[in-house]
């Protein structure tokens, strides 16, 4: 079983930033693609970012601009770079598959930010 844990949410004010990392256990960030989602209370968990086996990436269309995500192999990493960050970015931030199906989710990694 592929285990996706994640790290590096906190408190931040409006403006800020934020990078957050996920570490693959049982596979290789590479061998599949890998995606950032959140889920905001009592909405659905919604695709952020993804990055594809061979390196292309698409993000949500409020995020383009603000977020990055990356991949570093040689770690094992992905990680979602968050800059100007906005309230509406709060949320319980999650990785796994880029596409169905998933493996289990983890207890992600809370970001809030405040106004």
């Known amino acids: 079983q592929v285990q996706f844990v994640e790290s590096g949410g906190g408190l931040v004010q409006a403006g800020g930033s934020l990078r957050l990392s996920c570490v693959v256990f049982?596979?290789?960030?590479?061998?599949?693609?890998i995606g950032w989602y959140r889920q905001a209370p009592g909405k659905q968990r919604e695709l952020v970012a993804d990055?594809?086996?061979?390196?292309?990436?698409s993000y949500k269309d409020s995020v383009k601009g603000r977020f990055t995500i990356s991949r570093d192999n040689a770690k094992n990493t992905v990680f979602l770079q968050m800059n100007s960050l906005k309230p509406e970015d709060t949320a319980v931030y999650y990785c796994?598959?880029?596409?169905?199906?998933?493996?289990?989710w983890g207890p992600g990694t809370q970001v809030t930010v405040s106004s």
């Open positions: 796994n598959w880029g596409y169905s199906p998933f493996s289990s």
């Open positions: 049982g596979s290789t960030v590479s061998a599949y693609a």
């Open positions: 990055i594809s086996r061979s390196g292309l990436i």
